[in-house]
Protein backbone atom coordinates (compact mmCIF):
# COMPACT_ATOMS: atom_id res chain seq x y z
CA UNK A 1 0.00 0.00 0.00
CA UNK A 2 1.48 3.61 -0.77
CA UNK A 3 2.63 5.39 2.44
CA UNK A 4 3.67 9.12 2.77
CA UNK A 5 6.62 9.75 5.73
CA UNK A 6 7.08 13.47 6.68
CA UNK A 7 10.22 12.97 9.12
CA UNK A 8 9.92 16.48 11.22
CA UNK A 9 6.65 16.48 13.20
CA UNK A 10 7.65 20.08 15.05
CA UNK A 11 9.84 22.45 13.48
CA UNK A 12 11.04 25.89 14.77
CA UNK A 13 12.26 28.79 13.03
CA UNK A 14 13.33 32.21 13.59
CA UNK A 15 12.15 34.35 10.71
CA UNK A 16 14.45 34.85 7.55
CA UNK A 17 16.05 30.89 8.90
CA UNK A 18 15.66 28.78 5.75
CA UNK A 19 12.80 25.93 5.66
CA UNK A 20 13.47 22.00 4.38
CA UNK A 21 10.80 19.49 5.54
CA UNK A 22 11.50 16.20 4.71
CA UNK A 23 8.69 14.27 2.75
CA UNK A 24 9.41 10.23 1.58
CA UNK A 25 6.68 8.20 -0.04
CA UNK A 26 6.33 4.62 -0.95
CA UNK A 27 4.87 3.55 -4.54
CA UNK A 28 6.84 2.20 -7.20
CA UNK A 29 4.55 3.33 -9.90
CA UNK A 30 3.76 7.24 -11.77
CA UNK A 31 2.81 9.63 -8.76
CA UNK A 32 1.25 12.44 -8.28
CA UNK A 33 2.89 14.52 -5.15
CA UNK A 34 1.70 17.34 -3.69
CA UNK A 35 1.89 20.11 -0.34
CA UNK A 36 -0.95 21.06 1.38
CA UNK A 37 -0.69 23.75 4.20
CA UNK A 38 -3.24 24.47 6.94
CA UNK A 39 -3.16 27.59 8.63
CA UNK A 40 -4.21 28.09 12.49
CA UNK A 41 -8.47 27.48 12.16
CA UNK A 42 -8.05 27.46 8.07
CA UNK A 43 -8.79 24.99 5.58
CA UNK A 44 -6.03 22.91 3.45
CA UNK A 45 -4.31 24.97 0.86
CA UNK A 46 -2.76 23.62 -2.02
CA UNK A 47 0.95 25.06 -2.00
CA UNK A 48 2.49 23.43 -5.04
CA UNK A 49 1.97 20.23 -6.76
CA UNK A 50 4.14 18.05 -9.28
CA UNK A 51 2.62 15.60 -12.13
CA UNK A 52 5.66 15.89 -14.39
CA UNK A 53 8.40 17.39 -16.25
CA UNK A 54 10.65 19.71 -14.42
CA UNK A 55 11.36 18.19 -10.85
CA UNK A 56 11.51 21.53 -9.28
CA UNK A 57 8.36 22.88 -8.40
CA UNK A 58 7.71 26.07 -7.02
CA UNK A 59 4.52 26.88 -5.21
CA UNK A 60 2.13 30.13 -4.03
CA UNK A 61 4.04 32.34 -1.11
CA UNK A 62 7.99 31.64 -2.12
CA UNK A 63 7.58 27.79 -1.69
CA UNK A 64 9.29 24.92 -3.97
CA UNK A 65 9.54 21.67 -3.48
CA UNK A 66 12.09 19.25 -5.26
CA UNK A 67 10.85 15.76 -6.88
CA UNK A 68 14.13 12.98 -6.66
CA UNK A 69 12.57 10.01 -8.33
CA UNK A 70 15.44 8.11 -6.80
CA UNK A 71 14.97 8.68 -3.37
CA UNK A 72 11.66 8.77 -3.29
CA UNK A 73 11.32 11.82 -1.69
CA UNK A 74 9.65 15.25 -2.63
CA UNK A 75 10.76 17.87 -0.13
CA UNK A 76 9.63 21.36 0.56
CA UNK A 77 11.64 24.16 1.12
CA UNK A 78 11.72 28.16 1.45
CA UNK A 79 14.58 30.52 2.02
CA UNK A 80 13.38 32.57 4.14
CA UNK A 81 10.47 32.15 6.18
CA UNK A 82 8.39 35.05 7.62
CA UNK A 83 6.27 34.29 11.35
CA UNK A 84 3.24 34.44 8.74
CA UNK A 85 4.23 30.95 7.46
CA UNK A 86 3.40 29.34 11.32
CA UNK A 87 1.06 26.36 10.02
CA UNK A 88 0.87 22.69 9.34
CA UNK A 89 2.58 21.43 6.12
CA UNK A 90 1.00 17.90 4.48
CA UNK A 91 2.66 16.06 2.21
CA UNK A 92 0.29 13.93 -0.10
CA UNK A 93 0.84 11.56 -2.82
CA UNK A 94 -1.47 9.98 -5.10
CA UNK A 95 -1.17 6.36 -6.73
CA UNK A 96 -2.93 4.88 -9.53
CA UNK A 97 -6.17 5.85 -11.34
CA UNK A 98 -8.41 7.44 -9.38
CA UNK A 99 -7.52 11.00 -7.35
CA UNK A 100 -7.07 9.45 -4.24
CA UNK A 101 -4.84 11.42 -1.46
CA UNK A 102 -2.81 10.13 1.23
CA UNK A 103 -1.42 12.17 3.25
CA UNK A 104 1.92 12.35 5.71
CA UNK A 105 1.36 12.87 9.35
CA UNK A 106 2.31 16.62 8.80
CA UNK A 107 4.77 18.64 10.10
CA UNK A 108 3.86 21.73 12.69
CA UNK A 109 6.36 24.72 12.14
CA UNK A 110 6.71 27.64 14.33
CA UNK A 111 8.23 30.85 13.07
CA UNK A 112 9.80 33.26 15.65
CA UNK A 113 9.70 36.87 15.19
CA UNK B 1 -11.86 32.15 1.36
CA UNK B 2 -12.59 28.52 1.01
CA UNK B 3 -15.01 27.53 -2.19
CA UNK B 4 -16.26 24.44 -0.81
CA UNK B 5 -18.72 25.12 1.78
CA UNK B 6 -19.58 23.10 5.42
CA UNK B 7 -22.13 23.38 7.69
CA UNK B 8 -22.65 23.31 10.45
CA UNK B 9 -18.73 24.50 11.54
CA UNK B 10 -19.29 22.73 15.15
CA UNK B 11 -21.18 19.92 16.04
CA UNK B 12 -21.58 18.41 19.83
CA UNK B 13 -23.65 15.58 19.91
CA UNK B 14 -24.93 12.79 22.49
CA UNK B 15 -23.90 9.43 20.63
CA UNK B 16 -27.81 8.51 20.44
CA UNK B 17 -28.38 11.42 18.29
CA UNK B 18 -28.15 11.84 14.67
CA UNK B 19 -27.17 14.24 12.76
CA UNK B 20 -26.17 15.53 9.18
CA UNK B 21 -23.06 17.39 7.98
CA UNK B 22 -23.31 19.11 4.51
CA UNK B 23 -21.10 20.50 2.29
CA UNK B 24 -21.43 22.79 -1.47
CA UNK B 25 -19.66 23.20 -4.04
CA UNK B 26 -20.54 25.56 -7.54
CA UNK B 27 -17.21 25.35 -8.97
CA UNK B 28 -18.55 23.00 -11.33
CA UNK B 29 -16.64 20.02 -9.64
CA UNK B 30 -17.93 16.26 -10.30
CA UNK B 31 -15.98 14.37 -7.92
CA UNK B 32 -16.61 14.72 -3.88
CA UNK B 33 -14.71 12.97 -1.15
CA UNK B 34 -15.23 13.21 2.89
CA UNK B 35 -12.06 13.12 4.97
CA UNK B 36 -12.11 12.52 8.58
CA UNK B 37 -9.09 14.28 10.29
CA UNK B 38 -8.58 13.24 14.00
CA UNK B 39 -6.67 15.69 16.46
CA UNK B 40 -2.43 15.75 15.56
CA UNK B 41 -3.40 13.61 12.80
CA UNK B 42 -3.28 13.74 8.77
CA UNK B 43 -6.81 14.11 6.93
CA UNK B 44 -7.80 9.91 6.38
CA UNK B 45 -10.50 9.08 3.14
CA UNK B 46 -13.65 7.96 3.92
CA UNK B 47 -15.62 7.96 0.77
CA UNK B 48 -15.52 9.37 -2.80
CA UNK B 49 -18.49 10.34 -5.06
CA UNK B 50 -17.62 10.69 -8.35
CA UNK B 51 -20.68 12.03 -10.60
CA UNK B 52 -22.90 11.49 -7.78
CA UNK B 53 -22.35 8.06 -7.31
CA UNK B 54 -20.48 6.72 -4.57
CA UNK B 55 -16.91 5.21 -5.85
CA UNK B 56 -14.91 5.06 -3.08
CA UNK B 57 -16.00 3.18 1.15
CA UNK B 58 -12.67 3.23 2.64
CA UNK B 59 -14.30 0.88 4.88
CA UNK B 60 -16.17 2.97 6.97
CA UNK B 61 -18.74 2.10 9.35
CA UNK B 62 -22.24 2.11 9.04
CA UNK B 63 -22.95 4.72 11.12
CA UNK B 64 -21.33 7.09 8.67
CA UNK B 65 -24.04 7.16 5.47
CA UNK B 66 -23.04 9.66 2.77
CA UNK B 67 -25.57 11.32 0.18
CA UNK B 68 -24.64 13.32 -2.72
CA UNK B 69 -28.31 14.81 -3.88
CA UNK B 70 -26.83 16.79 -6.91
CA UNK B 71 -23.41 17.40 -8.29
CA UNK B 72 -22.98 20.53 -6.30
CA UNK B 73 -23.82 18.94 -2.37
CA UNK B 74 -22.31 16.00 -0.39
CA UNK B 75 -24.23 15.02 2.82
CA UNK B 76 -22.98 12.79 5.39
CA UNK B 77 -25.25 11.31 8.09
CA UNK B 78 -24.52 10.36 11.23
CA UNK B 79 -26.43 8.32 13.62
CA UNK B 80 -24.91 5.86 17.03
CA UNK B 81 -22.17 7.73 16.93
CA UNK B 82 -19.16 6.55 19.19
CA UNK B 83 -16.95 9.18 21.19
CA UNK B 84 -13.79 8.00 18.91
CA UNK B 85 -16.09 9.45 16.39
CA UNK B 86 -14.85 13.02 17.57
CA UNK B 87 -12.67 14.42 14.93
CA UNK B 88 -12.93 17.39 12.28
CA UNK B 89 -14.30 16.49 8.65
CA UNK B 90 -13.50 17.74 5.77
CA UNK B 91 -15.64 17.81 2.34
CA UNK B 92 -13.47 18.46 -0.84
CA UNK B 93 -14.06 18.31 -4.54
CA UNK B 94 -12.41 17.97 -7.29
CA UNK B 95 -12.82 18.28 -10.98
CA UNK B 96 -13.27 14.35 -11.88
CA UNK B 97 -11.93 11.67 -9.51
CA UNK B 98 -9.47 10.57 -12.40
CA UNK B 99 -7.59 13.67 -13.78
CA UNK B 100 -4.61 15.26 -12.09
CA UNK B 101 -6.58 18.28 -10.67
CA UNK B 102 -6.54 19.04 -6.58
CA UNK B 103 -8.59 18.94 -4.00
CA UNK B 104 -10.27 21.89 -2.96
CA UNK B 105 -11.25 21.18 0.89
CA UNK B 106 -13.97 23.24 2.77
CA UNK B 107 -13.18 24.70 6.51
CA UNK B 108 -14.59 21.45 8.46
CA UNK B 109 -17.28 20.50 10.97
CA UNK B 110 -15.73 19.63 13.92
CA UNK B 111 -17.55 16.83 15.44
CA UNK B 112 -17.83 16.23 19.17
CA UNK B 113 -18.97 13.08 20.70
CA UNK B 114 -20.46 13.04 24.28
Known amino acids: AQSVSQHNHHVILSEAASLELGCNYS??????LFWYVQYPGQHLQLLLK??????LVKGIKGFEAEFIKSKFSFNLRKPSVQWSDTAEYFC???????????FGAGTRLAVHP | DTEVTQTPKHLVRGMTNKKSLKCEQH?????MYWYKQKAKKPPELMFV???????INESVPSRFSPECPNSSLLNLHLHALQPEDSALYLC?????????????FGNGTRLTVT
Open chain 2, 92 to 104: ASSHTDRDNSPLH
Open chain 1, 27 to 32: YGGTVN
Open chain 1, 50 to 55: YFSGDP
Open chain 1, 92 to 102: AVRAGGYNKLI
Open chain 2, 27 to 31: MGHRA
Open chain 2, 49 to 55: YSYEKLS
